[in-house]
C-alpha cells in the first residue's frame, strides 16, 4: 500500500518490450534506505516489484496488461516518472490510501496556471467518474489530490507549486495520458450496497493485519 505522496522522481534508463510484457529499467538515486530485492515500489502510480538494483537503477518486470491499462505502455528513455516506495508499517499516512493498481488511463484536457498555482482538467471514462466526488481523493500518476471540481466529462485538480516541482506534473502537456486509481473506500462502499451487505467497520488493525486485502473487494 501507498500514500500518493511522491518520494522522488526517477528516469527512464530503458524500457523493453517482447510480446506484450516487457522490463523497465529507472535511474533513481540514492534512498534513505537501502532497496530490497523484491520489494514494491510505485512507478507513475503502478505498483511493481523489484527485480534489480544496482548502481541506483531500479529494475522491473512488466506484465503485458500492465503496459495495456497504464501510460507506462507510451513512456521512452528519459523520461521522468513518479516514485514511492511502499508503505512500512507506523509510517505517517499523509496521503490517502492507494494500493497501486490503476483502474484507467485518463487524458490530460487543460492545464491553466492560477496565481501561483495551477489547474489541471483530466477527463476520464464513467466507469471511474463515478468514483470521484467533489472534495474526495484521487491518486493522478502516483499523486495522490483532492478533487477540486467535478463534471460529466471529468475532474479538476489544483497543484500547489511544490508538488508541480517534485513530481512529473511540471512536465505534463495537454493530451497526455495520465493513471488514475480511485479511492479504494469508494469502491467498498459500492460493493457493499450492491449486495445490501451490512457496511462492517473499517479497523486500523485490519489494515495492519491483512495489507489492506479485506477492504479490496472484487470490483
Not at 518490450?17 to 516487457?22: F, I, K, L, Q, V
Not at 491518486?139 to 485538480?157: N, Y
Request: one cysteine or more; charged letters at 25%; hydrophobic letters at 35%.
Amino acid at each position: 500500500m501507498f500514500t500518493g505522496l511522491i518520494q522522488k522522481k526517477g528516469r527512464i534508463a530503458a524500457l523493453e518490450r517482447s510480446g506484450g510484457a516487457g522490463s523497465l529499467v529507472v535511474e533513481s538515486g540514492d534512498w534513505d534506505r537501502p532497496v530490497q530485492l523484491g520489494e514494491s515500489i510505485a512507478v507513475q502510480g503502478v505498483c511493481l516489484t523489484v527485480t534489480q538494483y544496482e548502481e541506483e537503477q531500479l529494475s522491473f518486470d512488466v506484465l503485458g496488461e500492465t503496459f495495456r491499462c497504464t501510460n507506462l505502455g507510451e513512456k521512452h528513455a528519459g523520461q521522468t516518472v513518479n516514485l514511492e516506495r511502499a508503505l512500512r508499517q507506523g509510517d505517517p499516512l499523509g496521503g490517502h490510501m492507494v494500493q497501486g493498481h490503476v483502474d484507467d488511463r485518463g487524458t490530460v484536457h487543460a492545464i491553466q496556471s492560477v496565481d501561483r498555482d495551477y489547474r489541471v482538467t483530466i477527463h476520464c471514462e464513467p466507469e471511474l467518474l463515478r468514483y470521484v466526488v467533489f472534495k474526495g481523493s484521487i491518486a493522478v500518476d502516483g499523486i495522490s489530490l483532492t478533487v477540486a471540481a467535478v463534471d460529466e466529462q471529468g475532474f479538476t485538480v489544483h497543484i500547489i507549486p511544490h508538488t508541480w516541482e517534485v513530481t512529473t506534473f511540471g512536465e505534463m502537456q495537454v493530451g497526455d495520458a495520465v493513471n488514475l486509481e480511485a479511492d479504494p473506500l469508494a469502491k467498498y462502499v459500492e460493493k457493499a450496497l450492491k449486495t445490501q451487505q451490512p457496511l462492517l467497520p473499517i479497523r486500523w488493525q485490519d489494515v495492519q493485519e491483512t495489507g489492506y486485502d479485506a477492504l479490496k473487494g472484487d470490483c
